[in-house]
């Protein structure tokens, strides 16, 4: 039914990447100490400079082929340097969406000239991309996208708006699904995908703010502009299937269900060896979690790993497991929240010296946006019924 022509046999990481790991956590050691990082909760942080650091590493696109400029190892080892990242809060912003899911589609759908113009540049953190799917009135329903574009000599003309844009104000170009043909009644036919460069004539910018005044979210608006053919990502009137393998990608990794595991440790911590039952009883019980959500994750990433024995092909295949991680992990992070505020008689505060206390009233003031993130919980439900449904026939 689920994780049927799932690779659970990664019990153990492998000698290699083990090692990475301990490579990895030295070197966020080294920044931590240097007072390079500062962790924040909630949302990654976009430092540029950081992401110059872990691309010297051979961290970003590691999978990728080295003609364009990855390293070619395996996904397990990108696990691995994705869990590390996030374990610390690493600001991983200026590389996180090229990384994981911009460079694996212009992999299997780009031209060679997008591969060519975009990949080395993103290995070596020289550029950042964001996505353009999501849209005003439409939730995480992107089949009803509005963004037009229309067909003209040498190219197309593309227009509507675009939302939830992290960090459009930063990345060079983003990702934008759009109708390149009329609504025929399918709302999955006529999609497509196009890349647009974030300084071209007619695209604006506007911040979308917390309410603590940060400024993470976007919406970008798009008047007529001007994208030449070969910006086109794969077929055009394919973006439909196209996305979704983007999808399965951004939903299964452990991003998912460790946004906040620093909290975790600081609350595990503060409960240190006075903790009573109830407290010993709740910390077990998402300990137990982390490591199913972990399992699972793990799996997948070893499943898409041509290397170990995966097919990459399997992409879109494992979209309703990947909805399945990143619905339990939304809310396997809330409980997380919960269990800080229920076990811990502190005042969350963001400014506070206390680490503890600054990371709960980061993951506060951000837990409504895991549920709409990566697709909305009601969405994700969706298609884990419609594959349930279908088994039962």
Known sequence: MFFENV??????????ALKLREEVRAFLREEVAAGALTPHLGHTEFDAEFTRKVASRGWIGMTWPKRYGGQERSYLDRFVVTEEMLAVAAPCAAHWVADRQTGPSLLRYGSEHLKQKYLPAIARGECCFALGMSEPNSGSDLASVRTRAERMPGGWRVTGQKVWTSWAHKAHAFFVLCRTAPDTGNRHEGLSQLIIELDAPGVTVRPIRFMNGHHHFNEVFLDNVYVPDDMVVGEIGRGWKQVTSELALERSGPERYMTIFPLLVELIRRLGQAADVRA???????????WTLRRMALAIALTLDPGAGGDSRATADLATEAALVKDMGTFYEREIIDAARLLAAVEPTPEATDTFERYLAETIVCSPVATI??????????????RLLGSLK
């Open 373 to 386: 993130r990566g697709g909305t919980t009601e969405v994700l439900r969706t298609l884990i019924a419609r």
């Open 7 to 16: 690779d659970f046999s990664a019990l153990e990481l492998p000698a290699p």
């Open 280 to 290: 010993q009883e709740t910390v077990g019980r998402l300990t137990a979690r982390l």
